[in-house]
């Protein structure tokens, strides 16, 4: 077999946007027949049909043209994305994974891009590019992925500069005024040095129809990116990649929709007052050093990844002037990652050291009606103000606008490793663990401005003003362990143990109280252990398969639920808070298949079907935990998820050729949150995308594509605050694309 061998070194993204026809992509490890896949996620290159865990990867031609996350987990069973406020996502994988809307909530799902680990939900929005292909490692990943990967991994890289020269430029034009256009160009620029640069620019209007008032607050994009890339041959072993990235977005986030209004699909209610312009910036940096000595292959990855946010919308869902919030945040992270791997007869020795520091603070304002820039005034006061300046008011005039502000620093320090032993001539042992240290500093206040601008603390219940700081320093050891065995050539069965952890941390983004700084207001780590055996094979040359089973023990997950905090003369008032519940479980079987009888055809099919049951036995004071979620499902986790891939081409007179594709979801139902409620709960969907490809001759391709074709309104994620509010998916969409490659 001809190995296709790509360096993939943990990179993810949570946000993919391209243009052209909908990509497809089959759920299996690698295609059968000659072009087998080689991928490096665990820093090695490897077959992925031997590596002895659930993985799924997507080449960057098959996600050409997806335009966000939820095109990407549309190809993937039992992977799900939770996108809010239009900038902001989450992944859950096999059911795990928060659901959350604060910007310092991660995905369970650890998300790098070339390397580089994205701490935030809000990065993991960013612009993407002229991908060269993403792998899904399904199951915690503590060990080389480290924190956050309770769930699994989404790993992303962007094209790599290239020996030989070559460019190509795509433009479409489709539903919603929407105009996409991208290009690259690569090739030699000098002795032993290579170069790449690739740019993207997106405009489309409002795609929700907003019944209330302005069609903006529908979500308008205008987006912007450029990434470059620079490999320097320094010496016959050593090689230096260096990266940058820019992104813009000056759109207008989608507003969300009220469950409790009655409207159409795809349709929404808000306000002018609502309606707020974004201003997103995103970049960062890296320098990847390879180098061959001895008999060790070390890599050292130095990078910096930061962004800046302001952007707010109205949040209450409703026409009338109710609350409508806005962000401005920073953030910046620096990282280390240094490895070296070895090899000997019977044996392969990983060992490394993984170093990052980062620092977030954000202003985060509610308010009514029209807004004073410079005093911060709202013109009325924003539901249940009243109830949250204290006992003892600081002014006689009514409080109208909330403002919080957080700040967090985090050092983080781990040391890690994996040995691969042959136990005999056809069965290997993997073990590896991996040393955790963390700092977390977080600090910030809760304050209430005043119509006669008067600004004071929070005091809501008198259980004291709403600031204070907090430092969680912890410790923790993941560690994962394999067996595999291969029978033939084209059958290998394994049965595999992982640990994976998300960080805890801090309440701060409503701070309505001091014991959100306190250790009663801090929320814990999660943790999984998971279970896995599997079979990966092929029959002849037409048909690859892959079955896993697997069971995972979820130790106290995160969740957004009601906090009950006691007051000082009696009774309880509750918060919305980040928190965790006592446990649950999960467990699944999955199927794939990708079957090709001849060049012209291919068949892609998966499905998984997923058990997850919360098991709460405790109540907080004054709650009523157990009785609200006890028993429930994992948010997002659907019993049952199932995609289709089909691609045909067919050779036209003329040397012309004509592609066929369609890409098919079916998703279960499942619910926004822990609560498991009925009127949180999205019924099953099914999504299709389907798209023509005519090669007219060498290097042109036109192209016509539809995505969301069975016109499917879903709920995106969801969160309460007045009423329950919903992010919607986007309408059918129809493009024709030009391709151009050199």
């Not at 769930?151 to 190509?168: K, Q, R």
């Not at 539903?175 to 690739?198: H, K, M």
């Not at 990847?288 to 990855?301: F, K, M, P, Y």
């Not at 389907?690 to 036109?702: H, S, V």
């Amino acid at each position: 077999m001809r190995p296709v061998v790509v360096c993939v070194q943990s990179v993810g993204l949570a946000a993919l946007v391209g243009v052209g026809a909908p990509a497809l992509a089959q759920e299996v490890s690698g295609p059968a027949g000659d072009d087998r896949i080689v991928i490096t996620a665990t820093r090695q290159a490897e077959d992925a049909s031997d590596i002895p865990q659930s993985i799924v990867v997507l080449s960057g031609d098959q996600l050409a043209g997806a335009d966000g996350a939820e095109d990407v987990v549309q190809r993937l069973v039992g992977v799900q994305a939770a996108i809010s406020n239009g900038s902001q996502t989450t992944f859950q994988i096999r059911g795990v994974g928060a659901v959350d809307h604060q910007a310092l909530t991660p995905s369970a799902a650890a998300v790098h891009v070339d390397g580089v680990f994205l701490a935030t939900n809000v990065q993991a929005s960013l612009l993407a590019y002229d991908l060269d292909r993403v792998e899904v490692l399904k199951g915690p990943q503590g060990t080389i992925q480290g924190r956050n990967a309770s769930s699994g991994s989404i790993n992303f890289i962007t094209a790599l500069p290239t020996d030989a020269f070559e460019a190509y430029a795509e433009a479409s034009y489709g539903s919603f005024d929407r105009l996409d256009v991208r290009a690259a160009a690569s090739g030699p620029i000098g002795e032993g040095a290579r170069g790449r640069i690739a740019v993207r620019a997106l405009k489309q209007g409002s795609t929700l129809e907003n019944v209330g008032g302005p069609d903006d607050a529908g979500g308008v994009r205008d987006e912007f990116g450029v990434r470059g890339a620079l490999a320097l041959d320094l010496s016959p072993d050593v090689v230096l990649l260096l990266r940058g990235h820019v992104e813009t977005d000056q759109g207008i986030n989608p507003a969300p929709l009220n469950s409790t209004l009655a409207l159409g699909d795809h349709q929404i209610s808000v306000g002018a007052d609502g309606v707020q312009d974004t201003n997103n910036r995103f970049y960062g940096a890296s320098a990847e050093l390879t180098a061959n000595a001895g008999d060790w292959r070390i890599v050292s990855l130095s990078s910096f990844e930061g962004f800046g946010q302001d952007y707010g919308f109205d949040f209450d869902g409703q026409p009338a002037a109710i609350a409508n919030l806005s962000y401005d945040r920073a953030y910046w992270q620096v990282a280390q990652e240094l490895y070296g791997r070895t090899s000997w007869d019977g044996g392969d020795l990983l060992i490394g050291l993984s170093l990052s520091s980062d620092d977030f603070t954000q202003d985060y304002l509610i308010w009514c009606g029209q807004l004073n820039p410079t005093t911060l005034v709202g013109s009325c006061a924003y539901p249940a103000a009243a109830a949250r300046v204290g006992p003892t008011p600081a002014s006689t005039a009514p409080a109208v606008s909330l403002l919080t502000r957080i700040a967090q620093t985090r050092e983080m320090a781990a040391l890690y490793s994996v040995v691969d032993l042959e136990l005999g001539p056809q069965t290997t042992l993997t073990l590896g663990g991996r040393y955790t240290m963390e700092n977390i500093d977080g600090e910030g206040f809760g304050q209430h401005i005043y119509a006669d601008g008067v600004r004071a603390l929070n005091n809501r219940g008198g259980l004291g003003l709403a600031q204070g700081a907090n430092t969680i320093d912890e410790g923790r050891f993941t560690g994962m362990a394999a067996l595999k065995h291969r029978f033939s050539d084209d059958l290998m069965t394994y049965v595999s143990f992982g640990q994976g952890y998300k960080s805890g941390g801090f309440n701060g983004e409503v701070a309505n109280n001091a014991t959100h700084y306190q250790d009663e207001g801090l929320f814990g780590a999660e943790t999984v252990d998971a279970w896995e055996v599997g079979l990966k094979g092929a029959l002849g040359d037409t048909l690859s398969f892959e079955a896993a089973a697997f069971w995972q023990d979820y130790d106290a997950p995160q969740a957004r639920i009601f906090v009950s905090f006691p007051l000082p003369g009696g009774g309880a008032i509750t918060s919305n808070s980040l928190a965790n519940l006592d446990a649950a479980t999960v467990q699944g079987v999955e199927l794939s298949a990708l079957w090709r009888p001849y060049d012209a055809l291919e068949i892609g099919a998966a499905v998984m079907a997923l058990d997850t049951e919360i098991e709460q036995t405790t109540d907080a004071p004054g709650g009523t935990n157990v009785a609200t979620f006890d028993g429930k499902p994992l948010p997002f986790a659907s019993d049952l998820s199932a995609t289709l891939h089909a691609r045909h081409e067919w050779t036209l007179p003329g040397d012309m050729q004509l592609a066929l594709e369609m890409n098919a979801k079916h998703q279960g139902e499942y619910f926004l949150d822990a609560e498991g409620r009925a009127d949180r709960r999205q019924g099953p969907i099914t999504l299709l995308d389907a798209a023509a490809r005519l090669r007219l001759f060498a290097g042109t391709e036109l192209s016509l594509w539809g995505r969301n074709l069975l016109d499917e309104d879903y709920a995106l994620s969801g969160y309460g605050f007045i009423g329950y509010d919903t992010f919607r998916s986007q309408p059918t969409t129809w493009g024709v694309s030009v391709r151009l490659d050199w």
